[in-house]
T-cell receptor, first 112, second 114 residues
């Protein structure tokens, strides 16, 4: 069974600070997806990375896929209160045919 | 709006009962997935259907069953409910059937078993 470990589990920071959250596994994934979930709603896709070493930027969010396609990171610059939420990473199996496996998430709270 | 509709939004029932959760996928999506989310276990994959056929099975209990109908909507049936079944149940849909397809989630059904 492929497992994704996310760290930290909880993070509380002040508005304007930078932060990085991590998603690690011992397994190789064909792709890595990041989702954000807000209370009372389902997860919403932020980005998909598919190539080892790939870096994608989405405004103040920077996503990186590890060279070996076993890990990923999400860096947020100058966090805003609107960034508050649960950040989930999800990995597609190496064959690309198995359903996504989700990490337990990092719960981010940005305080004004 | 993801385009995925789940009903009901909330469900409160007693132990031993049976409930049915319903999901309408995003227009054009052939795959439907069911996930269970609890605080300690995170999002756990239960089962996937693709165009009416079971495609993959995860940690789904024998007391739980699902199906996808010809119009592509899906239902998740939970029977002999236990207190530990209390959780958020999410349906998601995707255009493809593989694990690299982005998922579009509904807003979930919050099940409380008392």
């Amino acid at each position: 069974t492929q497992l994704l470990e996310q760290s930290p589990q909880f993070l509380s920071i002040q508005e304007g600070e930078n932060l990085t959250v991590y998603c690690n596994s011992s397994s190789v994934f064909s792709s890595l997806q990041w989702y954000r979930q807000e209370p009372g709603e389902g997860p919403v896709l932020l980005v998909t990375v598919v190539t080892g070493g790939e870096v994608k930027k989405l405004k103040r969010l920077t996503f990186q896929f590890g060279d070996a396609r076993k890990d990923s990171s999400l860096h947020i610059t100058a966090a805003q209160t609107g960034d508050t939420g649960l950040y989930l990473c999800a990995g597609g199996g190496a064959s690309g045919n198995t359903p996504l496996v989700f990490g337990k998430g990092t719960r981010l709270s940005v305080i004004a | 709006d993801s385009g995925v509709t789940q009903t009901p939004k909330h469900l409160i029932t007693a132990t031993g009962q049976r409930v049915t959760l319903r999901c309408s996928p995003r227009s054009g999506d052939l795959s439907v997935y069911w996930y269970q989310q609890s605080l300690d276990q995170g999002l756990q994959f239960l089962i996937q259907y693709y165009n009416g056929e079971e495609r993959a099975k995860g940690n789904i209990l024998e007391r739980f069953s699902a199906q996808q109908f010809p119009d592509l909507h899906s239902e998740l049936n939970l029977s002999s409910l236990e207190l530990g079944d209390s959780a958020l149940y999410f349906c998601a849909s995707s255009a493809g059937q593989g694990g690299n397809s982005p998922l579009h989630f509904g807003n979930g059904t919050r099940l409380t078993v008392t």
